[in-house]
């Protein structure tokens, strides 16, 4: 099988990789298995810090659309949230601080994984888009992991309007920790810091910020996934995804 997602341990750190740059490190199938396997293989190899981070110019495009092809709408659809749902916890729940190392594009579902993690950096390459209501879709997943961090304001502005925004306002808003120059620099800093952390600190530590998240997964998870089959196979959704693949705009007939 193809490695989607690279994985090393230097010292106490982790460093788990999107390496799926044909796509943009989209959100395949097997993409998503094998994030959550290389999370649980830092989970136990004694890290004490992860840094996610990303090969190419985009750290994660969100959703993989090409996948759509030769199966049952609805069946993707629900499968699609669960793995979704899934791999969003296995970083919430992970018993090891999460650093997201940005440096590219972050869109749509890719913006689910920077919430989930718990401290985020970005340089001056990034961008970031909620664009799924361009596609006739809903953030309704990742909503459970943007919303505790994203100001009131700032989700009510680009959860709809789809537009793009740089790392300074990403930081404004509180989708990421830090707009740096040097990523690498920045997350170096960090990681040596949250090493310095014993192993049982940083579990009790991290448990105590992303407890609410995970009270609101298992308040919310199941209905927001079927939230989220349902608009992914509707007509709308099917026009505006079939409008993304062909590079025209969509014919939105409500």
């Known amino acids: 099988m193809t490695q989607l997602v690279r994985y090393d341990v230097d010292g106490a750190v982790a460093r788990v990789t999107l390496d799926s740059p044909h796509n943009h490190n989209a959100l395949s199938s ?14 136990g190899s004694g890290a004490r810090a992860v840094v996610l981070g990303h090969t190419g110019k985009t750290f994660c495009a969100g959703a993989d659309l090409s996948e759509a092809a030769g199966r049952d ?3 993707l659809a629900v499968d699609r949230a669960r793995e ?5 916890r296995s970083i919430l729940e992970l018993p090891i601080p999460v650093i997201a190392a940005v440096d590219g594009h972050v869109r749509a579902g890719g913006m689910g994984l920077v919430g989930a993690c718990d401290i985020a950096v970005a340089g001056p390459a990034s961008t970031f ?3 799924e209501a361009r596609i006739g879709v809903a953030p309704s997943i990742i909503s459970l ?13 680009y959860f709809v309007t789809g537009e793009k925004f740089g790392s300074a ?7 990421i920790t830090d707009a740096a120059e040097d990523v690498g620099a920045a997350v170096a800093a960090l990681t040596g810091e949250i090493v310095k952390g014993s192993p049982q600190g940083l579990a009790a530590s991290k448990a105590l910020t992303t407890a609410p998240i995970l009270a609101a997964f298992d308040a919310h998870a199941d209905e927001l996934a079927l939230q989220s089959a349902r608009l992914f196979t509707s007509d709308e959704a099917r026009e505006g995804m079939l ?12």
């Open 84 to 88: 979704m749902t899934v791999v969003l």
């Open 169 to 175: 306002v990403a930081a404004a808003v509180g989708l």
């Open 243 to 254: 409008a993304f693949l062909q590079k025209r705009s969509p014919n939105w007939v409500s």
């Open 73 to 75: 709408p609805g069946d």
């Open 30 to 43: 097997v993409l998503v298995t094998q994030l959550r396997e290389r999370l649980a293989d830092a989970a």
């Open 129 to 131: 888009a909620l664009t």
């Open 145 to 157: 992991t943007l919303l505790p961090k994203l100001t009131a304001r700032a989700a009510g502005r």
